[in-house]
């Protein structure tokens, strides 16, 4: 069973900065995909980054340049830096891991962009 634990979501004005972390515990296989997905109401979850084991990521075009996904391996951690924030990446932020043995999601930490 794998858990995922986020933090470092909260309120942050416009133009500002947030780091998400997300920590994996459990039975993780080395060979796994890691990411950050978002979502607000009414909508579909999307992806916003993800992260393999050999680094390479993958990303939404509209957030390249402001948002950066980075990984520890030895931590089984995953970092969605974001720079630049607007109200309009308000959302709920969602870490996932995929493995051979399953899709795993966290429970969410809501970014909230505001003035």
């Known amino acids: 069973h794998v858990q995922l634990v986020e933090s470092g979501g909260g309120l942050v004005q416009p133009g500002g900065s947030l780091r998400l972390s997300c920590a994996a515990s459990g039975n993780i296989f080395s060979m796994r995909t890691m990411g950050w997905y978002r979502q607000t109401p009414g909508k579909q979850r999307e992806l916003v980054a993800s992260i393999n084991s050999g680094g390479s990521t993958n990303s939404a075009d509209s957030l390249k340049g402001r948002f950066t996904i980075a990984r520890s391996n030895a931590k089984n951690t995953v970092y969605l830096q974001m720079n630049s924030l607007t109200p309009e990446n308000t959302a709920v932020y969602y870490c996932?891991?995929?493995?051979?043995?399953?899709?795993?999601w966290g429970k969410g930490t809501l970014v909230t962009v505001s003035s």
């Open positions: 996932n891991l995929v493995d051979v043995y399953g899709n795993y």
